[in-house]
């Protein structure tokens, strides 16, 4: 599934081709994603322009005269801005159709991405809208910060890993970047999100931020259903140090990674540097 950092990634290769472009009209050719895009969708936005686009966690949203497009990627979902009338390859389920004679394309194999329609402007569907209402603070914000996970994790007994990736927490920390965080942090991943401290959360924090926005600045992190809006693969697996590579020495101090299942998911950590 594309990452925070892929979707931010997406964000910004696509926000100058979008911004003050008037949509001329909006085609599916398929609405059986997750949820159905109902079929008023596409008068709803047909003569609107294009006024702002924005994320929060892994939606992006795309803001209108009136109104909003909320968009997620699901598991294998990704967006080009391309000729208007280039011919559409297997899986392209969307095209927003804009005034300059491009298009934004939604290319989705699997089908669990969203195209969903708000009343509301991007700030406050934000608030109000059912998916993203509930959501916990954006890593790279001044809400985040240890004290926040300390607060939170006082009547928790679930392990840290789990903990920051719970959307209610914090939003946007997948399985890759807990792992990753959790080892420059010298976390354990099993770790009992209660029985760590405050100043131990506060390191938490800096080193999440540090791999998100390095993860950014590469351009995400290379996955087999992902690309940037470019077409060009994201590197920043080359800079993976734990996520798969169990067996593998540890860069800090050699010894071999381990491997186990934490709330349903994989998690690779070196015994040795983390406790």
């Known amino acids: 599934m594309p990452e925070l950092p892929e979707v931010e990634t997406t964000l910004r290769g696509i926000r100058p081709r979008l911004e003050g472009r008037r949509i001329d009209r909006l085609l599916v050719r398929e609405p059986r ?58 899986h392209d389920h969307v095209d927003l159709a804009l005034s300059d004679g491009h298009c934004l394309r939604f290319h989705d194999p699997r089908r669990f991405g969203l195209l969903l329609w708000s009343e509301d402007s991007p700030e406050l569907a934000g608030l109000r809208h059912p998916l993203l209402s509930r959501l916990g603070p954006e890593p790279l914000d001044a809400a985040f910060d240890g004290g926040h996970l300390y607060r939170l994790s006082r009547q928790r007994r679930v392990a840290v890993k789990s903990f920051l990736m719970d959307a209610a927490v914090v939003v946007g920390i997948g399985n890759i970047y807990a792992n990753e965080s959790l080892f420059l942090a010298r976390i354990h991943p099993a770790r009992a999100c209660h029985r760590i401290g405050l100043d131990r959360y506060g390191r938490l924090v800096e080193v999440v931020r540090a791999v998100l926005q390095a993860s950014i600045t590469q351009g995400g992190t290379t996955l087999r259903d992902f690309v940037k809006d470019d077409g060009n693969p994201g590197y920043f697996a080359q800079s993976l140090r734990v996520y798969g590579r169990a067996g593998e020495p540890c860069v800090q101090c050699g010894t071999p990674l381990r491997q186990q299942r934490i709330g349903q998911r994989s998690s690779f950590y070196c015994p040795r540097c983390q406790h």
Do not use: F, N
């Open 33 to 90: 994603l997750r949820q159905p895009i109902p079929p008023e969708t596409a008068a709803l936005v047909a003569g609107q322009t294009v006024g702002s686009l924005s994320r929060r966690s892994k939606y992006l949203l795309i803001g209108l005269d009136r109104g909003s497009l909320i968009l997620h990627l699901g598991m294998s979902g990704s967006l080009r801005v391309v000729d208007a009338e280039s011919p559409p390859k297997r």
